[in-house]
């Protein structure tokens, strides 16, 4: 059983912690579902520099050691992109991402998962992130649960694509039509707010792939705050961000970073952990306070 005190040690640094705990039941056990939980990390943006986190050369270091003193290691680690801040300049994105695959190298747990953001792969189509973490989008699976890692970035018109599209269709057929599904992906597959760019302009088409699977759960980020929405029966849950807290959707004209308070330099970055429950199919997540305040 994981220690769940272990997982406070992430407070200080922000991201999001994914723990699955009883999942399916010991009397699944033989079929091949196994407990296990795998830590999500979201929005590092690698090379920002500015007043919303005066302190960016340090977080993701942060996050890195806090992973690695986490009492029990994940099975595996999720970023869910924006791994690097934007950058005109190919040669310096290449350099950030190098710098920031330098930094995660230090991770005990050498099972890691990326996803590209907007800020990774709008700008080159995602070339770069290939070069450095390879395909934008696959799947994979892990003791019994079958993940998707959806791209809705590298076409700078937030849209997965056709190719995309018929990919998604051709996994998903795979799967018997109460598999259990996680979903992860960098912006929101719903219109979350369109006028901030927090939606993916064929969500609705991936949406319709993924309904007649009973057991699907979406796990993205971009937003940089916790956000938790249904599409019927399908759950989507943000992550807050490893850089800086964003505004509440619509909740003032831009999307600009909440302003630093160095009195609590940890205000509005967090993490997550959720416990599943698979018998029925079920969710608890809590969230904590990254720092205290």
């Not at 290449?94 to 991770?107: G, P, S, V």
């Not at 992906?185 to 901030?196: E, Q, S, V, Y």
């Not at 330099?265 to 205290?292: D, H, S």
């Amino acid at each position: 059983m994981i220690d769940r005190r272990g997982f406070l040690r992430l407070g200080a640094v922000g991201g999001g912690a994914v723990f699955m705990s009883g999942l399916y039941g010991k009397a699944m056990a033989a079929d091949g579902y196994e407990d296990f939980y795998f830590v999500q990390l979201s929005d590092s943006h690698w090379g920002y520099k500015g007043p919303a986190n005066p302190e960016a050369q340090n977080t993701l270091r942060q996050a890195v050691d806090s992973v690695n003193a986490l009492a029990v290691q994940p099975d595996f680690i999720v970023f869910t992109g924006d791994l690097t801040h934007t950058t005109d300049d190919p040669a310096e994105r290449r350099r950030r991402m190098a710098e920031f695959k330098q930094i995660t190298a230090e991770l005990k747990v050498k099972d890691v998962h990326y996803l590209a953001g907007e800020h990774d792969a709008s700008l080159d189509n995602g070339a770069a992130f290939q070069e450095f973490f390879g395909p934008t989008h696959y799947s994979f699976d892990h003791k019994g649960v079958h993940f998707i890692a959806i791209d809705n970035v590298s076409d700078p018109g937030a849209r997965i694509g056709e190719a995309q599209l018929a990919w998604l269709k051709a996994d998903l057929a795979k799967q018997a039509k109460d598999a259990r599904i996680v979903v992860l992906t960098h912006r929101p597959l719903f219109d979350l707010a369109p006028k901030w760019d927090w939606a993916t302009r064929d969500g609705e088409q991936a949406m319709a792939l993924l309904m007649p699977y009973s057991n699907v759960t979406v796990f993205y980020g971009h937003i940089h705050q916790e956000n938790h929405h249904m599409s019927g029966h399908i759950a989507h849950h943000a992550a807050k961000s490893l850089i800086f807290p964003l505004p509440a959707p619509g909740s003032q004209d831009k999307r600009t970073p909440l302003p630093w308070d160095p009195a609590a330099p940890g205000k509005g970055l967090g993490f997550r952990e959720v416990e599943a429950e698979m018998k029925p199919v079920a969710y608890q997540i809590t969230e904590f306070p990254a720092m205290k305040g």
